[in-house]
T-cell receptor, first 114, second 113 residues
Framework: DTAVSQTPKYLVTQMGNDKSIKCEQN?????MYWYKQDSKKFLKIMFS???????INETVPNRFSPKSPDKAHLNLHINSLELGDSAVYFC?????????????FGNGTRLTVT | GNSVTQMEGPVTLSEEAFLTINCTYT??????LFWYVQYPGEGLQLLLK?????DKGSNKGFEATYRKETTSFHLEKGSVQVSDSAVYFC????????????FGQGTTLQVKP
């Protein structure tokens, strides 16, 4: 009955590879997000989709491409992985995108680039 | 730009001690304020929120009051338990239709028996 689920939980890969992280929510929410948490636990938003439409695209390299096939899914594809991409990536969702809408987070995907 | 600053951790307390984690913010307008908690190996969970000045958010014995005059949203709990050991994040949401949260750097709390 997991509300926001991400796969895989751990991802270890080499520089230059392309990888994807999948996210699904069963809360019926219409807004989904990707956040990046660095080694010092600092969290920063990367992308946000509302009803499959991109509404936030922070200063993220073009190698990162989100895809939302429907309201319940938001996947993250990363091309040409670099060492600096190593982090924990969190998917989240909310009902609406207003300032009052609390976010529900997945358990994270720990990406290690070697 | 908008930002959130939390007290540096880690914070180490004995069980039943009083907890305060300081949080101050810089924002234009009137943001909503949140505290999230992250237990080891898990995602963030909403702990409490306040949407306007003088509002008090509370949950599971934790409280925080939205102080506009001091731009603060300090987290308090009267008696911590070992199970409260986690990382606590203060966050603000700008008054826009993006849902974007700006987080503080997180404060690690360790409670010893």
């Amino acid at each position: 009955d997991t509300a926001v689920s991400q796969t895989p939980k751990y991802l270890v890969t080499q520089m230059g590879n392309d990888k994807s992280i999948k996210c699904e929510q069963n809360l019926g929410h219409d807004t989904m997000y990707w956040y990046k948490q660095d080694s010092k636990k600092f969290l920063k938003i990367m992308f946000s989709y509302n009803n499959k439409e991109l509404i936030i695209n922070e200063t993220v390299p073009n190698r990162f491409s989100p895809k939302s096939p429907d309201k319940a899914h938001l996947n993250l594809h990363i091309n040409s992985l670099e060492l600096g991409d190593s982090a924990v990536y969190f998917c989240a969702s909310s009902q609406g995108s207003s300032y009052n809408s609390p976010l529900h987070f997945g358990n994270g995907t720990r990406l290690t680039v070697t | 730009g908008n930002s959130v600053t939390q007290m540096e951790g880690p914070v180490t307390l004995s069980e039943e001690a009083f907890l305060t984690i300081n949080c101050t913010y810089t924002a234009t307008g009137y943001p909503s304020l949140f505290w999230y908690v992250q237990y080891p190996g898990e995602g963030l969970q909403l702990l409490l929120k306040a949407t306007k000045a003088d509002d008090k958010g509370s949950n599971k014995g934790f409280e925080a009051t939205y102080r506009k005059e001091t731009t603060s949203f300090h987290l308090e709990k009267g008696s911590v338990q070992v199970s409260d050991s986690a990382v606590y994040f203060c966050a603000l949401s700008e008054r826009s239709n993006t849902g974007k949260l700006i987080f503080g750097q997180g404060t690690t709390l360790q409670v010893k028996p």
